[in-house]
């Protein structure tokens, strides 16, 4: 006679891989439409007038995704992108600030224990709903704070980089 797997066994297995290959493949699929404009190359191309304006020694840099003091806002965008986020800050003495944030995001899985209806086979053979607790992997995304670009006037005039 051969042995059917356990409900636990059954539930974890239903409840876990197809869930996870659909939102690998979602975040796959996400990645690459993101990334088909996200080279410097790319946006060179884009901008080669704007490119061809900046001096030598910025284009070297803009092209290997560098930036440096000095650099213009379109400069840093021809080599970073446009930031994920942007501020205006105000000081004392009515100075203005723009402030540019770049981010990314890391995940982390925890496996939580909740308490689930599933359906069972019994050992006679016929389905039926059993209450127990299910082991669940759960994702977390994280998202830092890894690069913030200060001008003033156009210019680049402070670059704060994250060093963990």
Not at 32 to 60: G, H, M, W, Y
């Amino acid at each position: 006679m051969k042995r059917l797997p356990s409900w636990r066994q059954q539930a974890r297995s239903k409840s876990m891989s197809t869930p996870r290959i659909v939102l690998s493949l979602a975040a796959l699929l996400v990645a690459l439409a993101l990334t088909a404009c996200s080279t410097p190359e790319r946006r060179i191309e884009k901008n080669p007038e704007l490119f061809a304006a900046l001096p030598p020694d910025v284009q070297t840099n803009v092209r290997a995704g560098r930036i440096d003091l000095g650099y213009s806002s379109e400069a840093v965008a021809l080599a970073l992108g446009e930031p994920d986020r942007q501020y205006t800050r105000r000081s004392t003495g009515g100075k203005t600030t723009k402030v540019w944030s770049y981010t990314s995001e890391y995940t982390t899985t925890s496996r939580q224990r909740v308490d689930a209806r599933v359906r069972v086979r019994d050992s006679d053979g016929r389905m039926r709903t059993q209450t127990d607790w299910v082991d669940v992997d759960v994702d977390q995304r994280h998202e830092y704070e890894k690069l913030r670009i200060e001008f003033e006037e156009n210019r680049v005039s402070a670059i704060e980089t994250l060093e963990r």
